[in-house]
């Protein structure tokens, strides 16, 4: 399966965007996926991850009470609904996708790159003071 993002953008301050991570060429029925966010010149970072089999989620730091991660497993697709941006959430955010689970407890860690198999090209999100 090919994970492909859609949904960034530019926005201002305070506003929102939802990111979505849609399963190519597959589905992602009892997977782990997982959302990331790199900055440039800095290392990628995990933001938040779901388990598609059970619905449990993981937030990171700032995405806590801010970011909500949810599935809809009819369209194969992962979300993350992003509120309440700030400046600091600006990078490109990728899905990484993992059917061995449990990924979802390595995606906060520098393991990730390793851990989660499948890799979107990634989406811009750009949040302006």
């Known amino acids: 399966v090919q994970p492909v993002e859609s949904g960034g953008g530019l926005v201002r301050t305070g506003e929102s965007l939802r990111l979505s991570c849609a399963a190519s060429?597959?589905?992602?029925?009892?997977?782990?996926i997982g959302w990331f966010r790199q900055v440039a010149g800095k290392e990628r970072e995990g933001v938040s991850c779901?388990?598609?089999?059970?619905?449990?989620?993981y937030y990171q730091g700032s995405a806590k009470g801010r970011f909500t991660i949810s599935v809809d497993n009819a369209k194969n697709t992962v979300y993350l609904e992003m509120n309440n941006l700030r400046p600091e959430d600006t990078g490109v955010y990728y899905c990484?996708?993992?059917?061995?689970?449990?990924?979802?407890?390595?995606?906060?860690?520098?393991?990730?790159?390793?851990?989660?198999?499948?890799w979107g090209l990634g989406t811009q999100v750009t949040v302006s003071r």
């Open positions: 060429g597959g589905t992602f029925d009892d997977s782990d």
């Open positions: 990484a996708a993992e059917g061995v689970r449990p990924a979802c407890l390595y995606y906060g860690g520098k393991s990730a790159s390793f851990v989660f198999g499948a």
């Open positions: 779901i388990s598609t089999h059970d619905g449990k989620t």
